[in-house]
């Protein structure tokens, strides 16, 4: 079996409501909890929290990802 290491780049990068909005500057904890609410933004529940794949959002708002 070969052994191999995960990078960072082979991790999502999972966000929470909170650091979302520190994340994008311009979005309130409100407005992406009614997002992620609705299902417009696609995210993934843990008990009561959202968490958001940072590359979702950043697609989801339109803005280019630098390391495709």
Known sequence: M???VMTNTDR???L???E??????G???Y???KLCKSG???CITAGKRYLINRDVLLKFL???LGYE
């Not at 979302?20 to 500057?25: C, D, G, K």
């Open 31 to 33: 407005q992406i909890r």
């Open 16 to 18: 929470t409501i909170k």
């Open 2 to 4: 070969k052994n191999t």
């Open 20 to 25: 979302a909005s520190e994340y994008v500057i």
């Open 40 to 42: 417009k933004l696609p």
């Open 62 to 64: 339109g803005i280019e």
């Open 12 to 14: 999502p990068v999972m």
């Open 27 to 29: 979005l309130s904890e």
